[in-house]
């Protein structure tokens, strides 16, 4: 049997999500084709959803 691919790391799909960094080519195809880490990044989109909006003058 073929050896499974390691998933593309939290933290990494994080960054993606959040706009603040780039998968690399080999992260971008595996998020592609696995359903375990295409609902991870849902869920961190559905947190960044319910972020209250900010406020550019109360911003530090």
Known sequence: MGTEKQHVPAIELWGY????????????????????????????IDVLDRLPPINPGQAA
């Open 17 to 44: 999500t959040s706009g603040t960094a780039n998968l690399t080519d080999d992260h971008f195809e595996h998020l592609l084709f696995c359903i375990e880490c295409q609902s991870l990044v849902d869920e961190f």
